[in-house]
């Protein structure tokens, strides 16, 4: 039996971001709408074992490595449970977490023991009045602040920050965020923002490329490439001399990196999705409830991972009907 997935242009794949929900705490503008979204039942989102059967078939055929994400991964009960589960499944090398950590400080340290070793935290901003406006939560930077000195203290490593740039709201924040990758050995993501259905206003009209605000870094102090934190991502880093983390930037508009793609994805409803934009999607919920052989609907799957995204900026029409990237995990 192969241990292998290579898709129909040469890419290996063998990572996989399961989202656990479509539910979030928060809803921060550039993802949600306001009011949230028609959220799954309960009965449609498959539970921990089958999360963990679909892992273990794909791990057979070449899978390593993980990522929990959302929605928001810790608003769902007893995660650390999901993690031990994963975490025993022979080939599994790595499991990582992306997270806004409102709930993080408390559930850090069993989600390390668990074997989460790495994480990933949003953070648009470092004033509180605009992180609460962000995030439409009152509250919000004082808790993720504390989620982030919990990730600190219980040892992930590395820590990646994920800035998504807006001209007009954190674009002025661009140098602080470099400084705290200066000061604290943290690795900070410059997101350029992607157009899905709820944000095409914001998303066209505030959208600020990566260069731009690399830019604005290099003007307070020279920047050197640098290799980056060990990870899956299509990130590029670089570095001031002496820092002790790193400034990344991810540009799916500016410079697609669809052909570095190592990636698939399960939704919190067993959808398998071979990109995170359009249409195609292979449902597993009822084949694995149905106790079926989920081999072929995999690799099928693979087979038709298109070459790359289509997405237009200012326009819906490459997402493929994507509402929010909460939906897929991001
Ligand atoms: N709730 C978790 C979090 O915020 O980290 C995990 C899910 S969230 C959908 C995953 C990542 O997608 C976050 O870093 C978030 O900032 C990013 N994201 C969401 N919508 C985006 C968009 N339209 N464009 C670019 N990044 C986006
Ligand atoms: Fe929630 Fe993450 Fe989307 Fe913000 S980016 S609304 S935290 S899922």
Redesign the pocket.
């Known amino acids: 039996m192969t241990r292998e997935m290579v898709d129909g242009f040469g890419r290996r794949i063998e990572y996989l971001r399961i989202s656990v929900t479509d539910k979030?705490n928060?809803r921060?503008v550039?993802?949600m709408p306001e009011e949230g979204l028609p959220w799954l039942r309960r009965d449609e989102i498959l539970d921990y074992e089958e999360i963990a059967e679909v892992v273990r078939v794909m791990a057979e055929m070449g899978l390593k490595r993980l990522r929990l994400?959302?929605?928001?991964?810790l608003v769902r009960k007893d995660l650390p449970r999901l993690v031990s589960l994963l975490s025993s499944i022979p080939g599994i090398e790595d499991i990582a977490l992306?997270?806004?950590a409102v709930l993080l400080a408390p559930m850090a340290r069993s989600l390390r023991d668990g074997g989460v070793t790495r994480v990933?935290?949003?953070l648009?901003t470092l004033r509180p009045d605009r992180a609460d406006a962000i995030a439409r939560r009152p509250g919000t930077l004082a808790r993720v602040l504390k989620g982030l000195d919990a990730a600190e203290a219980v040892g992930f490593e590395p820590i990646k920050i994920?800035v998504?740039l807006m001209r007009g709201e954190n674009d002025d924040e661009v140098a602080d965020f470099a400084e705290l990758s200066r000061q604290r050995p943290l690795h900070v993501r410059f997101?350029?923002?992607?157009?899905?259905e709820s944000?095409l206003e914001l998303?066209a009209s505030n959208f600020l490329s990566c260069d731009e605000a690399l830019a604005a870094v290099s003007e307070v102090h020279a920047l050197e490439p640098v290799p980056g934190p060990p990870g899956n991502g299509p990130a590029t880093y670089f570095s001031f001399p002496g820092a002790q983390g790193t400034i990344g930037v991810i540009t799916?508009m500016s410079h697609n990196f669809c052909s570095r793609c190592n990636r698939m994805r399960l939704t919190a409803d067993g959808q398998l999705r071979p990109c995170l934009f359009g249409t195609i999607q292979t449902p597993l919920r009822d084949a694995l409830r149905r106790r079926e052989d989920l081999r072929p609907l995999i690799e099928e799957t693979l087979r038709i991972k298109p070459e790359k995204h289509l997405l237009v900026q200012g326009s819906s029409a490459g997402s493929g009907g994507l509402v929010?990237?909460?939906q897929t995990?991001?």
Do not use: F
Request: proline letters at 9%.
């Open positions: 979030c928060l921060c550039y993802c994400t959302g929605g928001e991964p992306s997270t806004n990933n935290i949003s648009d994920n998504v997101i350029e923002v992607m157009p899905t944000n998303s799916p929010a990237l909460s995990g991001g």
